[in-house]
C-alpha cells in the first residue's frame, strides 16, 4: 500500500466560522492537523482547501495544499476531487480522509485507520473507541458504530452506524471516530453514489456506503480524537496541546 492522506477543509461552519484558521498557541488548528497527520509517517499529506487563505497557511508552514469546488458537499468530494488533481496517475491507494477539525489526533491513531485494508474484501477502513458514559452512549451527536469486535485483531465488520445507544443488551458500545481510509476505487464509487434513504434519516454519510453494500471495517482504538465545533471545544484543545 502506498497511502495518501488528505485533509478537507473549509471556512464555512455554522458554530465556529473560519475554523480551520483558529489560533491555538499561534497557529492555526489546520497546520497542528497537518503535523500530526505527517508525525503518523504512513504517506504524505495535503490540504484540500475551499479557500486559498487556508492553502496559504498551510504552504507558510511549510505544507502541501490544493485548491478545491468550495461548493462540495461533504468531505467526500473534496478529497477525490483533491486526490485526482495531486495523483492523476492513481501512484497512491488508499486514500486517508481526516478531518481538518481534529487537532488532538494521535499520530498512530491515523495509522491504524489503514489496518482494516489488509483485508482484500474491505473497501473502507474507520476506527472506533468504547463507550464508557451512559451520557455518551445517549447523546445523538456521538456516533455508534454497530460492530462485533475481535479481540484478537481489534478488528470488526461494520453492520450499522447510528445515533442512538445500539444495539441492545448487554455489552459494549463503540463510539464512531470519523476518519476513513478507502481504498481508491472505493471512494471513486462512493463519491457516484446518490444518498440512500437510511443515511437521509440518521444523517450519516457512511451509511450510503453500507446501503449500497459496500464493506466497511472498523479497527478499535484505545481513544480518539475530538472534533473541535464550538468555541467551548477551541477552549478545550488549546489546553490540551502544548505551546511550542
Same mark, same amino acid.
Given at each position: 500500500?502506498?497511502?495518501?492522506?488528505?485533509?478537507?477543509?473549509?471556512?464555512?461552519?455554522?458554530?465556529?466560522?473560519?475554523?480551520?484558521?483558529?489560533?491555538?498557541?499561534?497557529?492555526?488548528?489546520?497546520?497542528?492537523?497537518?503535523?500530526?497527520?505527517?508525525?503518523?509517517?504512513?504517506?504524505?499529506?495535503?490540504?484540500?482547501?475551499?479557500?486559498?487563505?487556508?492553502?496559504?497557511?498551510?504552504?507558510?508552514?511549510?505544507?502541501?495544499?490544493?485548491?478545491?469546488?468550495?461548493?462540495?458537499?461533504?468531505?467526500?468530494?473534496?478529497?477525490?476531487?483533491?486526490?485526482?488533481?495531486?495523483?492523476?496517475?492513481?501512484?497512491?491507494?488508499?486514500?486517508?480522509?481526516?478531518?481538518?477539525?481534529? =487537532?488532538?489526533? /494521535?499520530?498512530? +491513531? !491515523? *495509522?491504524?485507520? #489503514?489496518?482494516?485494508? %489488509? &483485508? =482484500?474484501?474491505? /473497501?473502507?477502513? +474507520? !476506527? *472506533?473507541?468504547? #463507550?464508557?458514559?451512559? %451520557? &455518551?452512549?445517549?447523546?445523538?451527536?456521538?456516533?455508534? *458504530?454497530?460492530?462485533?469486535?475481535?479481540? %484478537?485483531?481489534?478488528?470488526?465488520?461494520?453492520?450499522?452506524?447510528?445515533?442512538?445507544?445500539?444495539?441492545?443488551?448487554?455489552?459494549?458500545?463503540?463510539?464512531?471516530?470519523?476518519?476513513?481510509?478507502?481504498?481508491?476505487?472505493?471512494?471513486?464509487?462512493?463519491?457516484?453514489?446518490?444518498?440512500?434513504?437510511?443515511?437521509?434519516?440518521?444523517?450519516?454519510?457512511?451509511?450510503?456506503?453500507?446501503?449500497?453494500?459496500?464493506?466497511?471495517?472498523?479497527?478499535?482504538?484505545?481513544?480518539?480524537?475530538?472534533?473541535?465545533?464550538?468555541?467551548?471545544?477551541?477552549?478545550?484543545?488549546?489546553?490540551?496541546?502544548?505551546?511550542?
Amino acid at each position: 500500500m502506498q497511502p495518501l492522506v488528505i485533509v478537507p477543509a473549509r471556512m464555512a461552519a455554522s458554530r465556529l466560522p473560519g475554523k480551520p484558521l483558529a489560533d491555538i498557541h499561534g497557529l492555526p488548528m489546520i497546520v497542528h492537523v497537518w503535523r500530526r497527520a505527517m508525525a503518523a509517517g504512513i504517506g504524505p499529506v495535503v490540504v484540500a482547501a475551499a479557500e486559498a487563505e487556508i492553502a496559504q497557511a498551510v504552504e507558510r508552514a511549510g505544507g502541501r495544499a490544493v485548491l478545491t469546488d468550495p461548493a462540495h458537499p461533504s468531505g467526500s468530494d473534496r478529497i477525490h476531487e483533491a486526490m485526482n488533481k495531486i495523483d492523476p496517475e492513481g501512484r497512491h491507494d488508499p486514500v486517508v480522509n481526516l478531518q481538518g477539525d481534529f =487537532p488532538t489526533i /494521535d499520530p498512530a +491513531t !491515523l *495509522a491504524a485507520c #489503514i489496518e482494516p485494508l %489488509a &483485508e =482484500p474484501a474491505v /473497501d473502507i477502513g +474507520t !476506527l *472506533a473507541t468504547p #463507550i464508557h458514559d451512559a %451520557a &455518551e452512549a445517549n447523546n445523538p451527536n456521538v456516533v455508534k *458504530a454497530v460492530t462485533a469486535i475481535d479481540p %484478537a485483531t481489534r478488528r470488526g465488520r461494520a453492520l450499522y452506524f447510528s445515533r442512538h445507544a445500539v444495539p441492545a443488551g448487554e455489552g459494549p458500545l463503540y463510539h464512531h471516530i470519523g476518519i476513513y481510509a478507502y481504498r481508491r476505487a472505493a471512494l471513486t464509487r462512493f463519491v457516484k453514489l446518490p444518498p440512500g434513504a437510511l443515511e437521509r434519516r440518521e444523517k450519516l454519510e457512511q451509511l450510503r456506503a453500507l446501503e449500497a453494500g459496500m464493506r466497511i471495517d472498523v479497527r478499535l482504538v484505545d481513544s480518539g480524537p475530538f472534533g473541535v465545533d464550538t468555541p467551548a471545544d477551541l477552549a478545550r484543545a488549546r489546553a490540551l496541546l502544548t505551546p511550542r
